[in-house]
């Protein structure tokens, strides 16, 4: 292919990035969360959600909200981990960034077990232990190091930098899911959607759906609008409607 003598190979390469990105949506979560989430939300009006982020991890690679934040969303992102942290601070500067855990108490702070795989970082000592014990991916795991962790309670957290009320409410919490979510004031707090991780090991190493957070939201007025396996979305009832 001949090109025209002002288009060098690199121009070139971005306009062909560009008609792509033009033609494919992009999604940056694990299994598109984020383009559903943005569909539902479209349909009803809202281009630029707000979001609260539990577990964020990585600020940009399978995570659920920064689609949003790339078009001019903003909001908090929630991160134990200190050394994923740094990274989120650096990439999401528009975003409130707290390197904290969530508790369901005003509990001042938590041991917190770093892992060989930081991706099994927990605040959980049975849980490190049993990763220990187990290591089902055979890379030798070991607690790296202990340390505390403050603690925060999600409904301080929507006081203080969400008091006008959050559109998507994103939880990655490695078992502690269910106590993030029994523990927000559904009566204050109405997120339109939630994400949550509802695939879980079980003691014998087999995959399953925790059902108890679909119960559970159901009962807090929500429905279950998508699954992909790894993660539920469920929308407000009577605005879930709007998108149907």
């Known amino acids: 292919m001949k090109l025209p003598k002002y288009l060098n190979i690199k121009n070139y ?8 990105n033009r033609r494919y949506k992009r999604s940056y979560a694990q299994t598109g969360e984020d383009l559903i989430i943005d569909s539902a939300l479209k349909m009803s ?9 539990i577990g964020t991890y990585h600020p940009i690679y399978s995570n659920n909200t920064y689609l949003f934040y790339r078009r001019g969303s903003r909001g908090v992102c929630i991160e134990p981990n200190p050394e994923m942290f740094r990274i989120i601070k650096k990439k999401r500067k528009n975003d409130v960034c707290l390197n904290v855990g969530i508790s369901s108490t005003t509990n001042d702070s938590a041991n917190y077990y770093v892992m060989t795989s930081k991706f099994l970082n927990t605040f959980n000592k049975e849980g490190a232990d049993e990763a220990v014990a187990n290591d089902k991916l055979k890379t030798r795991q070991k607690i790296e190091q202990v340390i505390k962790i403050p603690l925060v309670t999600v409904n301080s957290i929507l006081e203080k930098y969400l008091p006008n009320g959050v ?3 994103s939880v990655d919490a490695e078992g502690y899911d269910i106590s993030i979510l029994t523990s927000l004031d559904f009566n204050r707090f109405h997120p339109k959607v939630i994400c949550v991780e509802t695939l879980r090991y079980d003691a014998d190493g087999t ?3 925790n059902s108890e957070i679909n ?5 807090q007025g929500y429905s279950l609008y998508a699954d992909t396996c790894v993660n539920s979305i469920f929308l407000k009832n009577g605005w879930e409607r709007l998108t149907r």
């Open 13 to 20: 390469l971005a306009y062909c990035r560009y008609l792509w």
């Open 45 to 53: 009006g809202i281009v630029t959600p707000s979001y609260l982020d």
């Open 167 to 169: 559109d998507i409410l």
């Open 207 to 209: 995959l399953q759906k």
């Open 215 to 219: 119960e559970f939201l159901t009962g």
